[in-house]
Structure formats: structure tokens, C-alpha cells
């Protein structure tokens, strides 16, 4: 009897180990994928005209203390001096200097490599972790469809062959897709939060 129960026993301890380094593989990628979000909110809200005093402490919040590979120390710096600095209005005056109608961002998609690859283990989790990811997941796969929606319309600002009213309109659209995206961006910072 007690040989029987010897390999369930190693498998629920083998899962344990599984599931703790499987965790920590998913918070680290998530971590990342935030401030990469964080960051983009930052540059879409700056481009649209519509950060704020709010946005920034938003930005802060979420920048501080990240001790990863992707750069943050300069925009923070920024970021606190504009908040030492300036009201709401001052900022509408700052950021109208950076303000180029013409100009479009290089928006890239986000991925879950990790996440993806290790899909099929989500089992050994609870109910409410497995939830949150794959609302993060989701959330994600339509935020790079927005993204696409906005390079699709970039990419028509290049099209000599329309009117100015046309190009009028397509200039409204990746404005609209902008704001949208940083929309469900912070959306999925949220999100992740609630995971981490």
C-alpha cells in the first residue's frame, strides 16, 4: 500500500515545485509586459493631448520601484519634474511644443511568450489566478488588434491619392485609436495588479 501511494505523493510534490516556479515565470513576464504598458500610456497621452497631473501620478505609481531591464529612470525623471513644476494648464503648454499632427507612434504589439508556452499547466492554479490571466490575455489580444487598427490607418496618412477631407478623417481615426488603446492599456495594468 505504501509503494502505491510513494509516486502520488512525488507527483503532488513535483506539481507543487511546478507551480510555484510556474508562478513566478508569469509574474516576471507580467511585470514586464506592465511597464512596457505604463510606459506606452505615457507616450500615447503625451502624443493625443491628454495627460494630466492625474496621468502622471498614475505613471509614477506604477514606474516606481521596477528594477527590470527595461529603461523607466528617465521618464520618471520627467515625470517628477513636471510634477514639481507645473499645473494642468502648464502642462497643455508643455505638451502642445511636442505636439506633431503629422507624426504617428511605432506601436508594437505585446506578447506572453512565457504564458503562452505554458498554457496547458494553468490547472494546477485556482479559480480566481486562472481567471485573471486569461482576462489579461484576452485583454491583450484585443489591445494588438486596436494596435493594428492604428498602424492600418497610419499607414493610409501616406496616401497622396486621397482628399484632405478624407485624410482629415484618418487623422481623427489613429487619434481615436490612440486614446482607445491607452484606454485598454491601463485597463490590463489593472488587471495585472490584481494578479501580482
Known amino acids: 500500500m505504501l509503494g502505491l501511494l510513494s509516486p502520488q505523493i512525488a ?3 513535483k506539481r507543487y515545485y511546478q507551480k510555484d516556479d510556474l508562478r513566478c515565470g508569469i509574474i516576471s513576464e507580467l511585470k514586464e509586459t506592465k511597464v512596457r504598458l505604463v510606459s506606452t500610456v505615457y507616450l500615447l497621452t503625451r502624443k493625443v493631448g491628454t495627460y494630466d497631473k492625474e496621468l502622471i501620478e498614475w505613471v509614477k505609481k506604477h514606474l516606481k520601484g521596477y528594477e ?3 529603461p523607466t529612470q528617465r521618464i520618471l525623471q520627467t515625470l517628477e519634474n513636471l510634477s514639481a513644476q507645473s499645473n494642468n494648464q502648464q502642462l497643455k503648454a508643455i505638451q502642445s511644443l511636442y505636439y506633431d499632427e503629422e507624426s504617428g507612434l511605432s506601436l508594437k504589439k505585446f506578447y506572453l511568450p512565457f504564458l503562452e508556452a505554458k498554457i496547458d499547466l ?3 492554479f485556482g479559480e480566481k489566478f486562472r481567471s485573471l490571466i486569461f482576462e489579461i490575455r484576452s485583454q491583450i489580444q484585443i489591445l494588438n488588434e486596436e494596435i493594428d487598427n492604428a ?3 497610419f499607414r493610409k496618412t501616406f496616401d497622396s491619392s486621397m482628399s484632405s477631407e478624407n485624410q482629415e478623417i484618418v487623422r481623427l481615426n489613429i487619434t481615436w485609436c490612440y486614446k482607445n488603446i491607452a484606454r485598454q492599456e491601463k485597463l490590463i495594468v489593472e488587471k495585472i495588479n490584481d494578479l501580482i
Open 68 to 70: 527590470g531591464s527595461y
Open 151 to 153: 498602424q492600418f490607418y
Open 122 to 124: 494553468l490547472s494546477v
Open 11 to 13: 507527483e503532488r510534490i
